[in-house]
């Protein structure tokens, strides 16, 4: 896998379709540039976005998570809008949540996923409702209770769409929960998947551009780990 190639293909995202890095996004992009701004800040390589509060005049808090990133890259009253999902959003917005909800949704769409399959849409789902449910949990007793849980829902889920962004969601996820869990193969398999022009399959631009930034991600964190 050429690295920079795949670098290049974000900041030729930002350059091509945000037009002022000066101003918070308030469309739906999936969350793009927010991922663009945490590899920026993983790789120190610059990807021609700014921090929001560099404009403002003082010293950004540092970017430590996907969380930080959005919040340095969207209106904050959008973010319900732009989450799409009132489950993600209560998470980022730090709103009550029932933590039963998120259990038992992953255990049902395990289940389902197991015996007759998901379809893109219900992935997606799956996926989320694990990141939500992790950041539940990062800094409690939580995490290690579901840990299992979600590491299997995350792998059932990659093994059924390897190598594609919603493969490639569930792996960087699984970076954050179990990373002992990832086969080496797989990251091999990901990283030959680097198509010609550095990005990552995808049907759009929007598209390549998400699964481009989940693989160096996934890889960072990864080979941080190893």
């Excluded at 992009?29 to 790789?43: A, K, N, P, T, W």
């Excluded at 198509?195 to 699964?211: S, V, Y």
Aim: aromatic share 12%; with cysteine.
């Amino acid at each position: 896998m050429n690295t920079q190639l795949a670098l290049e293909c974000l900041k030729r995202y930002t350059k091509n379709n945000i037009r002022d890095v000066n101003v918070k996004t308030s469309t739906d992009d999936y969350g793009v540039r927010g991922l663009i701004l945490f590899c920026q800040e993983r790789y120190d390589y610059d990807l021609g976005l700014v921090k929001f509060s560099e404009v403002e005049g003082f010293q950004p808090p540092p970017v430590n998570s996907i969380r930080d990133a959005l919040f340095q890259s969207y209106d904050y009253d959008s973010f319900e809008y732009l989450s799409d999902r009132k489950y993600v959003s209560d998470i980022l917005l730090n709103k009550n949540f029932d933590t039963d909800f998120y259990v038992n949704s992953i255990n049902r769409l395990t289940e389902k996923m197991v015996s007759v399959g998901l379809d893109l849409e219900e992935k997606y789902e799956l996926t989320h409702l694990c990141w939500s449910l992790y950041m539940i949990g990062v800094d409690n007793h939580i995490l290690r209770n579901y840990k299992d849980l979600m590491s299997k829902a995350l792998i059932t889920v990659y093994l059924s769409s390897p190598n594609t962004d919603v493969g490639t969601e569930s792996l960087y996820f699984l970076t954050l929960i179990s990373p002992d869990m990832i086969k080496e193969d797989w990251i091999m398999s990901l990283e030959q998947s680097q198509e010609e022009n550095g990005c990552f399959r995808g049907i759009t631009e929007l598209q390549q551009t998400h699964h481009t930034a989940l693989v160096l991600l996934t890889l960072w964190n990864y080979y941080q780990e190893n």
